[in-house]
Every structure is written in C-alpha cells, then in structure tokens.
C-alpha cells in the first residue's frame, strides 16, 4: 500500500512480486507527510480471513504459519524489547496520552512491526482509531505513536507470540535459532545501507534472507566476520546493560537508539 502518487512507480518496481493498491481515503488528524505511517490500519480492508501486518524493514528466515493462526476477537503480537508502554510514547504525546489511557502505561507492549489478525472482526479500526486522536486532545502527532495507540486499544484483547516471530532490538537482543521474522527496526540505518556494521549477526541474516545469498564462501565469510567481532560486541552489549540498570534508563547502541529518543 503505497500513496496514490507513486502506485506507478511502485507497481513498475515490483512487478509481479506484489500487489500494489493505494489506501482507500486519507485518515483524519494524521499529517500528510506521516499518513505512510499509519496505512497499517487498512489492513482491516483487505478480502480476506486473516492478515498478516508486517513492515517493510523485516524479512521472513523461516515459515511462520502460526502467525496467521488468530482466535476469535484477538490480534497475535509480539513483546516489544521497550521496558513498558508507557516508553514507547513519544515525548511530545505523552502527557495527553497518560491522560487518557491513565493506569496502562506499565503494561507490556506489543510492537506494532508485525502483528495478525481478522478483518472482519476489526472492520471499523481506521475509524477508532481517528475518534481516540480526537478524544485525546492531542497538540501534534509523531509517526511512531501508532504503536503505543495501538496497544492502548486493543489490549489485553491479544495472543502472545514468541520473540522468535518480531526478532526486533538487533543490537541488544541476541536472535533466536528458531528466528522467523528479523525485524530492523528503530535503528539509525537498516542493512542495505553502506554504513550498517556487517560484523553483526542480523546482517548474515540479511545477506542470506534478503540478498538471497546461496554461495558457501560469502556466508561462510560473514559468519567468521561475525564469530571474530562477538567478544567485543558481547562486552559493549553487557556494559550497556549495567548503565541501563544503574541509571534506571535505555542504553542502547548508537545504531539501535531508544523510541523516546526520536521524539
């Protein structure tokens, strides 16, 4: 789903590898340039039983059939790596939301990369979630506040999926053997950037889910660029930790920076 000024260019791209629509109407409250943001809502419009929403920076390393595997009234997500809900809003929104949503900002939240669910059953999601902005009173919008409404919103209404299906906190979450979703997210660059550091594992994953690598020796490469790399990477990761929990705050790599930050 892209905007109606580069449906060509985007079906001109990618061919037969997708269908390419545009988002049925322009969602109120959302700024122009920020409505990309939030076409995720329309998945609710799509013909079919179960939809699965997943962003455009993660790739899929294994099947994930039990992504699609919703029951009655609930959406499958994941834990997001953020502390609570309540540090997933953006600063510049937080003091509406804990106004109107006061009491949830200590949940757990889900991130809002990758989550199914049954349209059917959500069909008027774009249009709640257009009354809740308005009910909240809110002074301006942020692009990454969608996750924090949608936790708000459908929650406790969910099912659980493991970290294996939104592997996500790249830089400070070690990637399951059973990994199905690798997910770059919040990062400074993502993986088809120059500047993105190869030495670290997700980008062997990159190398072999998203460039569809398949000869041995640049694999086998990346692996031992990535085996050479663990100490030193293993020890900033333990030491951030320890500020973390001595400061009571995230302290994250410089390429995997915390939501609030962005704000």
Known sequence: MVPAEELAEARGRFGQLAEIIRPPRVLAGIPAKMQVSIYKLFAVTLPFETVAYVDADAIFCAPAPELWETEPGQWNVIEDGARSLASTVPEVMAAEFARQFPGIGEKKAFNGGVFALKPAEW??????????????????????????????????????????????????????????????????????????????????????????????????????LVAAVTPKRLLGRAIRHWKERRGGTDVRSRWDVPLRAQA
């Open 123 to 224: 069909g008027e999601l774009p249009e709640q979630y257009e009354r809740v902005l308005v009910v909240g009173g809110y002074r301006t919008y942020h692009p990454i506040f969608d996750q924090a409404m949608m936790n708000a919103m459908v929650q406790p209404r969910v099912k659980w999926l493991p970290f294996a299906f939104n592997v996500h906190n790249l830089f400070d979450r070690h990637i399951p053997r059973d990994a199905r979703v690798i997910h770059y997210a919040a990062g400074l660059c993502k993986p088809w950037d120059a500047r993105y550091p190869r030495h670290e594992p997700q980008y062997h994953y990159w190398l072999k889910y998203g460039l569809n690598e398949t000869r041995p020796w640049p694999l086998f490469k990346s692996r031992l």
